[in-house]
């Protein structure tokens, strides 16, 4: 059974600084990989979607990695802003089926 | 629409009574999913449709819980005799013809069992 952790469950970070969020996930037979934000109260927004061949990928001042390998993720936040607070969730999919199993999140809280 | 919608946003309810939540998917999104996240938990999954077929419900709790989808439009997932234990954020989202599209969440529905 596939077990995705995510560590720290919180972190605090002053604006500006660059962070690395990480995931890790035990079975490394994933199909890809999301990344996700929650804001409180509302749904999840998609970040990033890795495929499991591929090892990583960008959208503006956001970076996700993937190595199978070793079961583990990370999501690089470059130049971080108040705005980028949120709980940032990752999430795995496999060979045939389609659920995603999630990690229990790391909320970010950035500090102006 | 533009996006993933679920009603009603917020539910509270009777323990025992039944209860309905709706979701409309993206148009032309053939794959829908449910998903529940209790407080101060994971998500966890639910149910899986493919236009109307559900290939996979492995997630669904117990009998009391059960889902359909109208072509590949609505879903309703229904909630028998409620428990306390339900009480639970219920997200839905959608994806053009599943995982290798990624998905598109709504905003869920907080139902409350009292």
């Known amino acids: 059974k596939q077990e995705v952790t995510q560590i720290p469950a919180a972190l605090s970070v002053p604006e500006g600084e660059n962070l690395v969020l990480n995931c890790s996930f035990t079975?490394?037979?994933?199909?890809?990989l999301q990344w996700f934000r929650q804001d409180p109260g509302k749904g999840l927004t998609s970040l990033l979607l890795i495929q499991s061949s591929q090892r990583e990928q960008t959208s503006g001042r956001l970076n996700a990695s993937l190595d199978k390998s070793s079961g583990r993720s990370t999501l690089y936040i470059a130049a971080s802003q108040p705005g980028d607070s949120a709980t940032y969730l990752c999430a795995a999919t496999h060979f045939g089926n389609e659920k995603l199993t999630f990690g229990t999140g790391t909320r970010l809280t950035i500090i102006p | 629409g533009a996006g993933v919608s679920q009603s009603p946003s917020n539910k509270v309810t009777e323990k025992g009574k039944d209860v309905e939540l709706r979701c409309d998917p993206i148009?032309?999104?053939?794959?829908l999913y449910w998903y529940r996240q209790r407080l101060g938990q994971g998500l966890e999954f639910l149910i899986y449709?493919?236009?109307?077929?559900?290939?996979?419900k492995s997630g669904l709790p117990s009998d009391r819980f059960s889902a359909e989808r109208t072509g590949e439009s609505v879903s309703t997932l229904t909630i028998q005799r409620t428990q306390q234990e339900d009480s639970a954020v219920y997200l839905c989202a959608s994806s053009l013809a599943g995982r290798d599209y990624g998905y598109t969440f709504g905003s869920g529905t907080r139902l409350t069992v009292v």
């Open positions: 449709f493919q236009g109307n077929s559900a290939p996979d």
């Open positions: 148009s032309g999104h053939t794959a």
């Open positions: 079975d490394s037979a994933i199909y890809n």
